[in-house]
């Protein structure tokens, strides 16, 4: 007689995470568990599996409280290093967002679009524990006496500093190519002329999304880590697409989920959250995440257990298609394929290059796997469970 169908529920496995008795693997790990014992067994065995990502992750910024002054003041302009941050919130609240160019850099007079600085690397400076420029305006009321403000900062400083991400960690990405016979400069880096590169952005295998491709058991709660402390998925990210063409896994085709996270800035790490500039398009963010996946059931294991061989993208010209918003498709790729080096489009061999850290990935997912193991971390049902097209 057959043995009854696992389920667990989040309640034993923190207890055996407690315990010191949880089984907790990588992504890339419990590949070999599933190919050799089978989903069921595997799910018998392993308690939790950890994924990691760390990537261009343009969609991010913080809320920051920057103090207040005597007189008080209502800040409505705030700039961080000359980077202009959002000041419409309160008296002396502001959000700075990650593609924000500084008003000052110097290159963008030759060359618009080529920022080398922005609220990408403040967020950078504030972590690394450099002193950033903090200047306010505001236009003066009976309660908000002082119009200026001028003083240097550090993160400790700071009475509040939440990195809050509007979109991370996308479910997939295009790998893109240009067959223009001009360079393009995008957010996917630069791309030669008639498909000489093709880029990618997806760690495959370890990515979260890629590890919960129906959202069983990501949602608004789910404790994560984010830039090197502790942060949490707060809601579906903007652009979440669930209904994008999927394959027989459930693994998206084309970019689909994504996360809205937050944590505390002043747990985190810039070795985990680094401002970064693009040739031609500008400065963003590159920012670590990496999210746990309860092994609940043979479902889930199955899900954890899909390779790189497995998981597919398509092919996108950014030299014509992207750009009038024609996504044609050069074909198909697996994520095994583009981590070999090279790819074929159009019966000729293109290097690949990626835009997310795989190194990276790995030591996240293996960071999380020891925060598990020394009952540092626990899992945290979902309040809600992400937006999905099977519902």
Known sequence: MSE???????????ARIKAGEAVIVTAEEMVDIVKSKGAEQAAREVDVVTTGTFSPM????????????????????VWLNKVPAYGGLAAVDAYIGATEPAEDDPLNKVYPGEFRYGGG?????????????????????????STKMKKEV???????????????????????VNLNDKVVHTYMGTLKPNCKNANYCSAGALSPLFN????????????????????YVTWHGTQHNPNAPRHENGTPMRPAGTLMVQGDLKQMSARWVRGISILGYGNTIAVGLGVPIPILNAEMAAYTGVSDD?????????????????????????????????????????????????????????????WMKDGKFLLNEPAQLLPDSSE
Do not use: W
Not at 123 to 144: F, N, P, R, S, W
Not at 159 to 170: E, I, M, T
Not at 212 to 231: A, N, Q
């Open 4 to 14: 009854n169908p696992v389920q667990k529920t989040y309640e034993e496995i923190n």
């Open 58 to 77: 343009c969609s991010s910024g913080a809320f920051i409280n920057i103090g207040q002054m005597t007189p008080t003041i209502k800040a409505s302009k």
């Open 121 to 145: 690397h403040v967020i950078e400076d504030l972590l690394a524990g450099k002193k950033v420029l903090l200047e306010a305006k505001g236009y003066g009321t009976d309660c908000y006496m």
């Open 154 to 176: 550090t993160l400790d400083d700071l009475p509040y500093a939440l990195l809050c991400n509007p979109r991370n960690g996308y479910q997939n990405y295009n790998c893109a």
């Open 212 to 231: 919960d491709p129906h959202y069983k058991t990501i949602g608004v709660g789910t404790r994560i880590f984010l830039g090197g402390g502790v942060g």
């Open 310 to 370: 497995e998981l597919f993208t398509q092919i996108v010209d950014y030299g014509h298609d992207y750009t009038n918003a024609i996504a044609r498709n050069y074909g198909e790729v697996s994520y095994a394929q583009l981590k070999s080096g090279s790819i074929q489009v159009n019966g000729k061999d293109v290097p690949t290059a990626p835009l997310s850290s795989l190194p990276m990935a790995r030591e996240i997912a293996e960071t999380l796997k020891a």
